[in-house]
């Protein structure tokens, strides 16, 4: 069975294993009752009935427990300095905070040195990867100065390959009266400062933010660089950021929350992935993104924490799940799907969310007997162990 110098390890008497790949068990979830798999180095080799195991160096039972992949958790905040436990305390509390939002972050976050906001990124990936997320997106957004935002991006970069050019995030009070004069630092000096240390270009396209002609002079730049777009959109209220997505070719519309016929049209019919991020709705106490209306319409759904010191302080995937589940009309099967397979769609990923033969070995024991528990149990630690990469963390 080896194949290289990396020894072989069988994870054995898996009670149910969610493989997302309909060709390798029942379901869109391609669920195998009793199985096994085989993780050779950082990769899937095998997958299959727990009695047919090919033999290995080294073998885990599970016991009757379920396996899932490792999420991917495709939108998070995580370069930043500070925190905002007062203006959460106040907004949860029904008391008036005048100061507060993102400028704060902003502020505190250019304050700070790199091994401050070096240390913050690794500790909330631990954070997630304790919890099972083995792919996480993060994005720049708290400098929203050529130097500040290249930085993020930089150190970003350092601990994860997927990395997101946030600069339209808010225009900054540097520039409050200048908004235009901000797009053009983005589009010019900023983007090419950012582009060498991204993937992604993204804008929050809402009232108070950018508006869809600038949310579309920031994308295509980006583009032009060679960075994908995906957009914050209609989080707030009705807006044009979702359409945009759509005629742009973004891999993703983030947030999803207030939407149109046609808009929930536009993602049906397109390649962009609907990302809800349902841990900002719980934190703000906002109307739910109808997972439902989405997922009838056919458009493919991601779910997401937007992990953020503002909006959304979770790093908790199975927390979405189980929200999506009780509030947003989302099937157990659903969710699980949307948290894994969903966010490498969104993206744009094939060698993760899923276990299949050749996928790398990104892989959640729960210490439950099957993925419904995750919304069945909400805020029990149910991920007992987690390989990523092939290495058990
Ligand atoms: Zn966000």
């Known amino acids: 069975m080896t194949t290289n110098s990396a020894p072989t390890t069988a994870l054995t008497h898996i009670a149910q294993l969610v493989t997302n790949d309909p060709s390798l068990g029942e379901g869109p979830l391609g669920l195998i009752q009793d199985a096994a798999v085989v993780i050779d180095g950082d990769r899937i080799a095998w997958v299959g009935p727990s009695g047919k195991a090919p033999a290995t160096d080294n073998a885990v039972d599970a016991g009757g427990r379920a396996v899932i992949p490792g999420f991917v958790d495709s939108h998070s905040h995580l370069v930043f300095a500070g925190d ?136 295509t730049a980006g583009a032009a660089k060679g960075l994908v777009p995906r957009v914050h959109a209609n989080q707030l209220g009705h807006g044009p950021g979702v359409q945009l997505a759509v005629e742009l070719g973004a891999a993703s519309a983030d947030h999803c929350t207030h939407l149109t016929d046609a808009d929930v049209d536009a993602l049906a019919g397109s390649e962009t992935v609907a990302t809800l991020l349902p841990g900002a709705e719980f934190s703000t106490r906002a109307t739910w993104p109808d997972a439902r209306r989405l997922l009838d319409a056919g458009a493919t759904v991601a779910l997401s924490t937007d992990c953020n010191p503002g909006s959304s302080f979770t790093s908790s995937m199975p927390f979405c799940i189980a929200l999506a589940v009780r509030d947003m009309g989302m099937t157990p099967d659903e969710a699980v799907w949307s948290a894994t397979a969903g966010g490498a769609r969104a993206l744009r990923r094939t060698d993760v969310g899923r276990i299949t033969p050749g996928a790398r070995a990104d892989l959640a024991l729960l210490d439950a007997p099957s993925h419904v528990h995750l919304a069945y149990r909400p805020g029990v630690p149910l991920v007992s162990a987690v390989w990523h990469k092939g290495v058990l963390v």
């Not at 050529?146 to 991006?153: G, H, I, P, S, Y």
């Not at 630092?185 to 090419?192: A, H, K, N, S, Y």
């Open 84 to 219: 905002r436990t007062e203006e959460f305390n106040a907004r949860m509390s029904g008391r008036p905070y005048s100061a507060g939002g993102i400028r704060t972050t902003v502020a505190a976050t250019r304050a700070a040195g790199d091994d401050v906001l070096r240390a913050n990124v690794a500790r909330y990936l631990a954070e997630g990867l304790r919890q099972g997320t083995t792919t996480q997106e993060t994005k720049s957004g708290y400098g929203l100065t050529v130097e500040d935002e290249a930085r993020a991006l930089r150190i970003a970069a350092e601990q994860t390959d997927e990395v997101t050019f946030l600069g339209a995030h808010i225009v900054p009070p540097d520039h409050a009266d200048d908004p235009a004069g901000y797009v053009d630092l983005v589009t010019g000096p900023m983007l090419d400062a950012c582009a060498p240390h991204a993937r992604w270009v993204d804008v929050f396209c809402e009232k108070g933010a950018f508006d869809g002609d600038q949310a579309r002079a920031i994308l």
